[in-house]
């Protein structure tokens, strides 16, 4: 699991498919979230 902490709302959890990293962080930069990722 991949969560990603917006700076004004909750966070969102992410699911790790055949989605490439790079292209999750333009995704999660285009929506506002900080790019601070924890996964467990």
Do not use: P, T
């Not at 990293?21 to 924890?38: K, M, T």
Request: some cysteine; charged content about 30%; hydrophobic content about 40%.
């Amino acid at each position: 699991m991949l969560y990603a902490k917006k700076r004004s709302s909750e966070n969102i959890k992410l699911f790790l498919d055949d989605l490439c990293l790079r292209e999750l962080a333009y995704s999660l930069f285009s929506y506002g979230c900080d790019l601070c990722f924890i996964v467990d």
